[in-house]
Nanobody
Framework: EVQLVESGGGLVQAGDSLRLSCAASGFTFENYELGWFRQAPGKEREGVSLISSSDGRTYYAGSVKGRFTISSDNTKNTVYLQMTSLKPEDTAVYYC????????????????????WGQGTQVTVSS
């Protein structure tokens, strides 16, 4: 069974840091692109950060560039999102996803094909 399980969300104050983790199982981790997406109330889901399985190249939404860092550990089948200098506008449900192919243009980052999604973890940043 393919599973992506997120953890690490919570309630923090503006300026604080959080690290999200996504543990993957049921598929060959290193064969897929991995990434983080988020959805705030009343808004569409958006790509936050992706990491390529082939070369480790990373991609970030403009709104998080310089504050968030994505990384993966193939020995643990886990992808991380280190979030620093959090802002109230970062409040959202954060989802981990696996896919194939990365599209990055016109301010948008996403997978070309999606394979699996996690259940999401809530991040709330108070002002």
């Amino acid at each position: 069974e393919v599973q992506l399980v997120e953890s690490g969300g919570g309630l923090v104050q503006a300026g604080d840091s959080l690290r999200l983790s996504c543990a993957a199982s049921g598929f060959t981790f290193e064969n897929y692109e991995l990434g983080w997406f988020r959805q705030a109330p009343g808004k569409e889901r958006e790509g936050v950060s992706l990491i390529s399985s082939s070369d480790g190249r990373t991609y970030y939404a403009g709104s998080v560039k310089g504050r968030f860092t994505i990384s993966s550990d193939n020995t643990k089948n886990t992808v991380y999102l280190q979030m620093t200098s959090l802002k109230p506008e970062d409040t959202a449900v954060y989802y981990c996803a696996a896919g194939r192919g990365i599209f990055a243009a016109a301010g948008e980052i996403r997978f070309v094909k999606y394979y699996s999604w996690g259940q999401g973890t809530q991040v709330t940043v108070s002002s």
